[in-house]
């Protein structure tokens, strides 16, 4: 991994070449509060943007609150967010996040890592991005883009999302927290990107531990 100075720099240079939070930033998928940023966030996985938000559309159409949610049959949330996929199980994951909210927390989405991830379906990814735009705390949030730009250039060296995560916690300056998940996401679409990286045009290829990568 990177050393310490070399992280800083990594970020200090992110941070002139990429344009970070965009004014506006909300929760995510645009949601207006945490109960339907979580379950937006559910629906997320291993789905394009387009589906997701279709997805949610359809279902806080339905329902907007937990208790409204926990009113529907299993058929109608099903319905509404099939275009997402996995819709059978982000179904029983919904419930089970409901139910758990109202019992548990009385109906208040939390505000820290461990009361969201103590809720069914929030993994430390959903955690994360609800507490950075819900919340407005300073914590990078991992998603593809983030975990693979990061293991590419050094600044972490991790198997999984939630690795990734923990070492950039560990790892990174302060200061580059609060914009640090967007500089990284939008460097990981425009630049770092899975195939065909534009390593010519990148501005910490100097310091990437991967190095130029050739394209055929």
């Known amino acids: 991994m990177l050393s310490k100075d070399h992280i800083e720099e990594v970020y200090q240079r992110l941070s002139r070449a990429m344009p970070g939070r965009t004014k506006g930033a909300k ?6 509060d945490a109960f339907r940023s979580c379950i937006s966030c559910m629906l997320s996985a291993q789905s394009l943007d387009r589906n997701t938000a279709a ?9 907007r609150t937990p208790q409204a949610m926990l009113a529907l049959d299993d058929a109608a949330i ?27 927390h009385g109906g208040v989405v939390p505000s820290t890592r461990e009361g969201l991830m103590s809720l069914p379906g929030i993994g430390r990814k959903c955690a994360d991005i609800v507490m950075s735009f819900t919340f407005g705390e300073d ?18 060296s991790a198997t999984t999302a939630e690795k990734t995560a923990q070492q950039l916690e560990d ?33 910490v290829s100097d310091l990437c531990e991967t190095g130029p990568i050739k394209r055929d």
């Open 27 to 32: 929760g995510p998928k645009g949601q207006p």
């Open 55 to 63: 997805a949610t559309r359809a279902l806080f159409a339905l329902a």
């Open 78 to 104: 099903a319905a509404a967010i099939k275009p997402c996929g996995l819709y059978n199980n982000k179904t029983r994951n919904i419930r089970r996040f409901c139910k758990a909210l109202l019992e548990d």
């Open 139 to 156: 914590v990078i949030a991992v998603d593809t883009h983030v975990h693979r730009v990061c293991n590419r250039i050094g600044l972490t």
């Open 171 to 203: 790892r990174s300056p302060r200061w580059a927290l609060a914009d640090g998940h967007f500089w990284l996401i939008q460097f990981g679409k425009r630049v770092c990107r899975a195939r065909l990286p534009k390593c010519d045009i990148c501005v």
